[in-house]
């Protein structure tokens, strides 16, 4: 991705709605494109912006049953943002052991908020 498509990438996920979808591209043909986006993006933004990049980095690993690597990510958002409520959340899930398979809420959200804005994340159309 360039540089102009990661500054318009950072500043769509700022809008939940639009967030809350992109947590549901774990369950889709798109995750590991999402995956890897999420990593570049991570890696060139700061602030509010590299924490919710990583955020959703960690719940792509975690889902992914790569929980070292969703916690390296979960550290990296808590650094950029120490009060990032989903981090914080993730991070306790980490912490307390809790399944990949049952983080399905955050992607199930995101379908429902897909669905209720007509938006189709689950085919290619092209």
């Given amino acids: 991705p ?4 990661l500054t318009t990438l950072a500043a769509v996920v700022r809008d939940r709605p639009i967030r809350d979808i992109m ?3 774990t369950t889709t043909p798109y995750s590991v494109s999402a995956h890897m986006m999420w990593q570049y993006l991570a890696r060139a933004t700061t602030g509010t912006d590299r924490a919710g990049a990583a955020v959703l980095f960690a719940h792509s690993s975690y889902c992914g049953g790569h929980t070292v690597l969703a916690g390296i990510a979960i550290d990296e958002a808590l650094r950029a943002d120490p ?5 914080v959340l993730l991070g ?6 809790i399944p990949p398979h049952e983080l399905t809420q955050l992607a199930e ?3 429902e908020v897909a669905r209720t804005l007509g938006v189709d994340i689950t085919t290619n159309t092209r």
Avoid: S, V, Y
């Avoid at 360039?2 to 498509?5: N, R, W």
């Avoid at 009060?83 to 981090?87: E, K």
């Avoid at 306790?92 to 052991?97: F, I, K, S, W, Y």
């Fill in 109 to 111: 959200r995101g379908h």
């Fill in 2 to 5: 360039t540089a102009d498509d």
């Fill in 23 to 25: 947590f549901a591209l």
């Fill in 83 to 87: 009060t990032h409520q989903i981090a």
């Fill in 92 to 97: 306790t899930a980490l912490r307390e052991g």
